[in-house]
């Protein structure tokens, strides 16, 4: 029997897979069990009701989507009413995302939804702050570490920070959130892009900007999950065009305590049952007892440690 | 089915006794022909699954569709289910070639395998009162009303069909309704037939004979409207496939939204998920 638990801070995960904010809902109980997920995480919640982006709110890209969903959000009442009793039938840990524009509407939040049933906070702090021009919390160390010091203060529960991938100073910006009182980083959120129409010269997206995802930009955040790794001590949770158990290893090797997996639902809506079947068999195959002993078991000089030695089994 | 209502369909317990199954599969399924219908048109028809084959009017799937001259989407394409047999398992489609996705379709040949996923979305109800029911649909949207025809077959009901096209020869499915006992009419663009002005008359007809007791509509909102119009004129109930650009076809990323007016406030639905058959007085055309 492989051991797929993972620990993130002071909770347990029956295994390390579990859905990307925004790429997950009830109707996906129709291609696959529920029961089986390492955690579930809503869509961002906001305080205010919000209608959400103009339409198109996605393009396809080579190996990747651009989307501008926005944040269309029922608001607090219709969450506690509705989505929470929903979750309440499942095993799997409830993770809420909450977004909101300003630091202290932020902590507010987190503590109207630090009720009996949801397990972790997820603050999506890669929307734009108000109080900064628009530029998203988690852009800056500064602005990062004003509102995770808030939000820690606001909620008894445990605290996963989202951070984009858009800033150059991202290990500052996870070492911010980490000082701050963060639980864990979920690295990362979409990448700001565009693309343009031939046939109207118009951008595809209403929007005009959005965000990439998918396999396209895979090899860019499990650079920023390394980066994270190494700076930090709480977990990182990794997310960024996982699609495959091969992806999901990749970033587990990179440091990753746990992964999200977003647009690879759309493709495949069982991706994420697909995955954890396939770290069965990858642990198998390698003899390895434990998953959590890829977290960052990825070798940068040569290594003889005798622990080790299921990197490469003799032949 | 509302977001409402699904939502508070409770999770499953923990300690259920019932094993989960699937509803909704991604599988591969294996083509076993893939036709020219007209100069615009293919009909594709592949073995599947029972989940899939049991498919009901009005439901799709999401195609992963093959690449084709170097381009390669990255999502499924929804298409409309065009005809479904348990019995065989296999599912039919109907499409037509519009861009890099439809193309990949159109390569494929008998014994050659494409991944499909459903079947997905709320389809038509039908009433098994009703004896009379009229279906319009233009262009693609022929393809999703074409298994209503023999779904109310198997009613008891009988169904006048009007097909709208630009030209006759792109007049689709005219057999497949017929052969379901259907009446057909055809109006097109090229003869002029097709503007809402004689389409309306031709429904003012068939409500003085009765022969109208629900509409079911697809592909145009302009005749979308003169149905509103009538519904709201004869309280006739009425049911309108839409369509919108699709990510998921699952009800998780809300770019499908459209919104509609339900008694009199405007509510934003997910046309994959809460659709894409709504009750047509509550679509915005
Ligand atoms: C629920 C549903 C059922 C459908 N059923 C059928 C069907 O049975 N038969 C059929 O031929 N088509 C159907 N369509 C439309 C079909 O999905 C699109 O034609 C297809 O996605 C185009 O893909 P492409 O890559 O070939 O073209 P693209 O390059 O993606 O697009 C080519 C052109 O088609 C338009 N288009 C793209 N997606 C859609 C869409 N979802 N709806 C309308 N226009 C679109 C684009 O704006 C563009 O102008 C359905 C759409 C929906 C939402
Ligand atoms: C359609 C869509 C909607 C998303 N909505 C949210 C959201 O509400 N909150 C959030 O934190 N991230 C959101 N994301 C970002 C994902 O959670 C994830 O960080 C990103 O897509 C990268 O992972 P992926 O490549 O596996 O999709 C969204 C992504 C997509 C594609």
């Given at each position: 029997?492989?051991?797929?638990?993972?620990?993130?801070?002071?909770?347990?995960?029956?295994?390390?897979?579990?859905?990307?904010?925004?790429?997950?809902?009830?109707?996906?109980?129709?291609?696959?069990?529920?029961?089986?997920?390492?955690?579930?995480?809503?869509?961002?919640?906001?305080?205010?009701?919000?209608?959400?982006?103009?339409?198109?709110?996605?393009?396809?890209?080579?190996?990747?989507?651009?989307?501008?969903?926005?944040?269309?959000?029922?608001?607090?009442?219709?969450?506690?009413?509705?989505?929470?009793?929903?979750?309440?039938?499942?095993?799997?840990?409830?993770?809420?995302?909450?977004?909101?524009?300003?630091?202290?509407?932020?902590?507010?939040?987190?503590?109207?939804?630090?009720?009996?049933?949801?397990?972790?906070?997820?603050?999506?702090?890669?929307?734009?702050?108000?109080?900064?021009?628009?530029?998203?919390?988690?852009?800056?160390?500064?602005?990062?570490?004003?509102?995770?010091?808030?939000?820690?203060?606001?909620?008894?529960?445990?605290?996963?920070?989202?951070?984009?991938?858009?800033?150059?100073?991202?290990?500052?910006?996870?070492?911010?959130?980490?000082?701050?009182?963060?639980?864990?980083?979920?690295?990362?959120?979409?990448?700001?892009?565009?693309?343009?129409?031939?046939?109207?010269?118009?951008?595809?997206?209403?929007?005009?900007?959005?965000?990439?995802?998918?396999?396209?930009?895979?090899?860019?955040?499990?650079?920023?999950?390394?980066?994270?790794?190494?700076?930090?001590?709480?977990?990182v949770i990794g997310c960024g065009g996982i699609s495959t158990t091969e992806d999901a290893i990749e970033y587990m090797l990179a440091g990753a305590a746990a992964v999200?997996?977003?647009?690879?639902?759309?493709?495949?809506?069982?991706?994420?049952?697909?995955?954890?079947?396939?770290?069965?068999?990858?642990?198998?195959?390698?003899?390895?007892?434990?998953?959590?002993?890829?977290?960052?078991?990825?070798?940068?000089?040569?290594?003889?440690?005798?622990?080790?030695?299921?990197?490469?089994?003799?032949? | 089915?509302?977001?409402?209502?699904?939502?508070?369909?409770?999770?499953?317990?923990?300690?259920?006794a019932a094993p989960w199954t699937p509803s909704v599969v991604g599988e591969i399924a294996e083509v076993i022909s893939n036709d020219c219908v007209n100069a615009e048109?293919?009909?594709?028809?592949?073995?599947?699954?029972?989940?899939?084959?049991?498919?009901?009017?009005?439901?799709?799937?999401?195609?992963?569709?093959?690449?084709?001259?170097?381009?390669?989407?990255?999502?499924?394409?929804?298409?409309?289910?065009?005809?479904?047999?348990?019995?065989?398992?296999?599912?039919?489609?109907?499409?037509?070639?519009?861009?890099?996705?439809?193309?990949?379709?159109?390569?494929?040949?008998?014994?050659?395998?494409?991944?499909?996923m459903g079947p997905l979305g709320a389809g038509f109800t039908l009433d098994p009162s009703l004896r009379h029911i009229v279906a319009i649909g233009r262009g693609a949207?022929?393809?999703?009303?074409?298994?209503?025809?023999?779904?109310?077959?198997?009613?008891?009901?009988?169904?006048?069909?009007?097909?709208?096209?630009?030209?006759?020869?792109?007049?689709?499915?005219?057999?497949?309704?017929?052969?379901?006992?259907?009446?057909?009419?055809?109006?097109?663009?090229?003869?002029?037939?097709?503007?809402?002005?004689?389409?309306?008359?031709?429904?003012?007809?068939?409500?003085?004979?009765?022969?109208?007791?629900?509409?079911?509509?697809?592909?145009?909102?302009?005749?979308?409207?003169?149905?509103?119009?009538?519904?709201?004129?004869?309280?006739?109930?009425?049911?309108?496939?839409?369509?919108?650009?699709?990510?998921?076809?699952?009800?998780?990323?809300?770019?499908?939204?459209?919104?509609?007016?339900?008694?009199?406030?405007?509510?934003?639905?997910?046309?994959?998920?809460?659709?894409?058959?709504?009750?047509?007085?509550?679509?915005?055309?």
């Amino acid at each position: 029997m492989i051991d797929l638990s993972v620990r993130i801070g002071n909770l347990t995960l029956a295994n390390p897979v579990m859905p990307a904010s925004g790429t997950f809902a009830e109707g996906l109980d129709k291609v696959m069990d529920f029961n089986r997920l390492g955690a579930f995480v809503t869509k961002t919640i906001t305080r205010e009701l919000r209608a959400g982006n103009p339409l198109p709110r996605v393009v396809e890209r080579a190996g990747g989507l651009i989307n501008s969903i926005g944040i269309p959000s029922k608001g607090v009442l219709y969450f506690l009413e509705h989505t929470l009793p929903y979750y309440a039938g499942y095993k799997p840990p409830l993770v809420v995302s909450i977004s909101a524009p300003t630091a202290e509407d932020f902590a507010q939040l987190a503590a109207e939804m630090s009720v009996p049933g949801v397990d972790v906070i997820e603050a999506n702090i890669s929307c734009p702050n108000i109080e900064e021009d628009g530029k998203a919390f988690a852009m800056r160390a500064s602005s990062t570490e004003s509102v995770v010091r808030l939000l820690r203060a606001a909620t008894p529960l445990p605290l996963w920070v989202k951070l984009t991938p858009n800033t150059g100073d991202l290990p500052d910006v996870a070492r911010a959130a980490e000082l701050a009182g963060a639980d864990a980083l979920v690295v990362a959120n979409t990448i700001l892009a565009m693309a343009i129409d031939l046939e109207t010269f118009k951008p595809c997206l209403g929007n005009i900007m959005g965000g990439l995802s998918g396999p396209a930009i895979k090899p860019i955040v499990l650079r920023q999950v390394y980066q994270c790794a190494r700076t930090v001590k709480i977990p990182v949770i990794g997310c960024g065009g996982i699609s495959t158990t091969e992806d999901a290893i990749e970033y587990m090797l990179a440091g990753a305590a746990a992964v999200q997996v977003g647009t690879a639902t759309f493709v495949q809506p069982a991706a994420m049952t697909t995955i954890i079947d396939g770290l069965v068999r990858f642990c198998e195959r390698r003899d390895i007892a434990r998953v959590a002993d890829l977290i960052g078991a990825v070798l940068n000089e040569e290594s003889d440690e005798v622990e080790l030695a299921w990197v490469a089994p003799p032949q | 089915m509302t977001i409402e209502q699904t939502i508070s369909q409770a999770g499953r317990a923990t300690d259920s006794a019932a094993p989960w199954t699937p509803s909704v599969v991604g599988e591969i399924a294996e083509v076993i022909s893939n036709d020219c219908v007209n100069a615009e048109y293919r009909h594709l028809v592949v073995r599947c699954g029972a989940v899939s084959a049991s498919a009901q009017p009005g439901q799709f799937f999401q195609l992963l569709c093959p690449h084709s001259d170097g381009a390669q989407p990255f999502l499924r394409r929804p298409m409309s289910l065009y005809g479904a047999d348990p019995v065989r398992g296999e599912v039919e489609f109907l499409y037509k070639i519009a861009g890099a996705g439809t193309r990949g379709l159109a390569t494929l040949g008998a014994g050659d395998s494409v991944d499909i996923m459903g079947p997905l979305g709320a389809g038509f109800t039908l009433d098994p009162s009703l004896r009379h029911i009229v279906a319009i649909g233009r262009g693609a949207g022929l393809a999703t009303l074409a298994p209503l025809a023999k779904a109310a077959k198997a009613n008891g009901t009988r169904v006048t069909a009007i097909f709208s096209a630009r030209r006759p020869e792109l007049v689709l499915s005219v057999d497949l309704f017929t052969g379901q006992g259907a009446d057909v009419i055809a109006v097109t663009d090229s003869e002029g037939t097709s503007g809402p002005a004689h389409i309306e008359r031709i429904l003012r007809g068939l409500i003085a004979e009765n022969r109208c007791q629900a509409f079911y509509t697809c592909g145009s909102s302009r005749l979308l409207r003169v149905q509103q119009r009538l519904a709201r004129e004869f309280e006739i109930p009425g049911q309108v496939a839409m369509e919108q650009q699709m990510a998921c076809g699952i009800g998780l990323c809300f770019c499908c939204v459209r919104d509609f007016n339900v008694g009199g406030e405007i509510v934003s639905r997910r046309v994959c998920w809460d659709g894409p058959v709504f009750d047509m007085m509550e679509a915005l055309p």
